[in-house]
């Protein structure tokens, strides 16, 4: 069973930076391709950012480009989303997602994390 975990989700000042990580077991990491989604109250989750199976390969939404850099270590099992010049508007649950190609789109994605808040202060 595929299992992805999250953490580093926190409150934060408007300008500030947060690294999330989500470790994944129950299936070759290196076979995965990755996404990072978010989804803000009363809106539906959308992409973030993905990332290829030996991250040669990176995409990102219009809205964070410049300013969030998703990354893996396969050794670790484990993806990162670094979050920088952090923007109340970006305050969501964020979710990683494991799936076989990486895309946009939700339904690409067959394994996901439970999720960790995001919050930026103004």
């Known amino acids: 069973q595929v299992q992805l975990v999250e953490s580093g989700g926190g409150l934060v000042q408007a300008g500030g930076s947060l690294r999330l990580s989500c470790v994944v077991s129950?299936?070759?990491?290196?076979?995965?391709?990755m996404g990072w989604f978010r989804q803000a109250p009363g809106k539906e989750r959308e992409f973030v950012a993905a990332?290829?199976?030996?991250?040669?390969?990176?995409y990102y939404a219009d809205s964070v480009k410049g300013r969030f850099t998703i990354s893996r270590d396969n050794a670790k099992n484990t993806v990162y989303l670094q979050m920088n010049s952090l923007r109340p508007e970006v305050t969501a649950v964020y979710y990683c997602?494991?799936?076989?190609?990486?895309?946009?789109?939700?339904?690409?994605?067959?394994?996901w994390g439970q999720g960790t808040q995001v919050t930026v202060s103004s």
């Open positions: 129950g299936r070759t990491f290196s076979s995965l391709a």
């Open positions: 990332i290829s199976w030996t991250g040669a390969n990176t």
């Open positions: 997602a494991a799936g076989n190609w990486p895309r946009r789109d939700l339904e690409s994605y067959d394994y």
